[in-house]
Structures are given as C-alpha cells and as structure tokens.
C-alpha cells in the first residue's frame, strides 16, 4: 500500500496538479520515510480530500506530489463519537489511537468524576494537543480520508445537555442490554455517542444524571474490560453493525 500523508490546508488540486508537503510532513516524508522520485503516495487533507499520485521531487523542506487521481470521501453516517473518560498512565490514549484506527468520527475527553487524570486551564489546552497529535498519527496510519476531531474536555453536565438530540449509549458492565442487541439503524443521521469511565467506573450519580437524559445503558460481555479497550471493542461491532465493515 502506498505510503499516505496528511496536509493542514484543504486540498483543491485536480488531476495533473501539483502538491506541496512543506515543514513537518516533508521531513517525514523525505528523511523519515524516504520517499524517492517516482514513488506512489496517497495525500489526504483529513476533510475528505483523498489525492493520488506520484513524487516528483525531494527536498527535506519540500516534497512535491503530481496528483494522477482525485476522490471526495463523503462523511460517514451516523457519525460514531466516542467519550472517553480522562485517565491515569498512558491508557486513555492507548484508547483514542485504536478508537481512531477503528472508525470514531470524534473523540471526546471527558473529566469524569472518578478520573485519576484531571485536566484544567493550561493543562487541559496541553491534553487537547497531545490527543489531536495522536489521532491525527493514527489516522494517517490508518489511511483515513476524514481526520476525527478532538473536542474540548466535557464534564458530565455537557454530556446530559448534548444528549438531546443524539443517541447516548453508555457502556456499564452491570448493564441487562448486550450492544449486540442494541437496536440500531444504519440510515439514522443523528449522532450515535459512545461512553466510556474510567478506570473506577462511571459513578452512580453520573449513571443516573445520563439514563434520565435518555442514554441507554449497554454491557460488552460478562467480563469487565479496562477503559482502554472499552471504546475499541464496541466501536468494532458499531462497526459491523452499522455495516461499515
């Protein structure tokens, strides 16, 4: 498969257009990567743009793409968003990098009541940059054509006020409705948003302030599975039940 970069700017080039990877990404590409003259690259904007083409020049400051083909991915729909609950250690962005692997259109932090990890003022722009900074790598790894973006931490009182015109599924392990049997619908618009606690579990008081905004409370199976792989799990039978997969 062809190597595949990501450019900040929307793309507007056509066939027989020129591409132009500059700071970073040149770096990656022509001393990272080593890509060569003549090579086939993919070149995306992360907004659907998804370019075709071949190197035709290699710099470290710039790598030049002539572009042999162009797709427009359209979004997906219903878009899956998965909230994940700040936590200790490195596990909610062991989290985010697979749930972007797997297809999340949006990642949510979530300053749950129970995370170790708290997030406040200078540090919660510093949070937001490093989550951006991992999706946006794992969508390129991925080979993505829409980048998921990373919103500003919620608390639970943002999620119960987004609730309304959503679809709110929470996953607790003590939970009577397997996701295999939640009832979904493949042609539905509206956005389908994924929870997912902490380490310690989403607290009673925050179960109870989601199920009376209408969230519907879901488990994975019989085991308790950690938050890191939650999200992930579910989000790969999302996906083969929204027929993504």
């Known amino acids: 498969m062809a190597l595949h970069f990501l450019v900040d ?4 080039q056509q066939e027989g257009d020129a591409v132009f990877l500059t700071g970073a990404e040149a770096h990656h590409a022509a001393v990272v990567r080593r890509v060569r003259a003549g090579e086939p690259v ?3 904007d992360g907004r659907g743009a998804w370019l075709t083409g071949s190197v035709e020049d290699v710099a470290p400051k710039q790598v030049v ?3 042999a083909a162009r ?15 700040l936590a200790k250690g490195d596990r909610d962005e062991l989290a985010i990098q697979a749930a972007t692997e797997l ?15 708290r997030w406040a003022g200078v540090k919660a722009a510093k949070g937001v940059a490093r989550w951006s900074a991992i999706v946006r790598e ?8 829409w980048v998921p973006e990373v919103s500003v931490p919620v608390t639970t009182r943002d999620l119960v006020a987004r609730a309304s015109d959503v679809r709110l599924v929470v996953l607790e392990p003590t939970a009577s409705l397997p996701l295999s049997e939640l009832h979904l619908d493949a042609a539905e618009t509206s956005d389908l948003i994924l929870v997912v606690g902490p380490e310690g579990g989403i607290a009673p008081e925050e179960l109870d302030a989601l199920a009376s905004a209408g969230a519907t409370m879901v488990r994975l ?3 308790v599975l950690r ?12 996906n083969a039940r929204l027929g993504r997969w």
């Open 71 to 85: 797709v427009d991915a359209v979004r997906p729909e219903p878009r899956v968003v998965l909230v994940q609950a």
């Open 138 to 145: 794992a969508s390129k790894q991925a080979h993505r054509a």
């Open 221 to 223: 199976g019989e085991t």
């Open 227 to 238: 938050t890191s792989t939650a999200g992930p799990a579910a989000l790969a039978l999302l």
């Open 42 to 44: 993919t070149v995306g």
């Open 65 to 67: 793409v002539r572009v």
């Open 103 to 117: 297809g999340a259109d949006e990642i949510v932090p979530w300053q749950a009541a129970r995370s170790v990890s």
């Open 9 to 12: 700017e929307i793309l507007t």
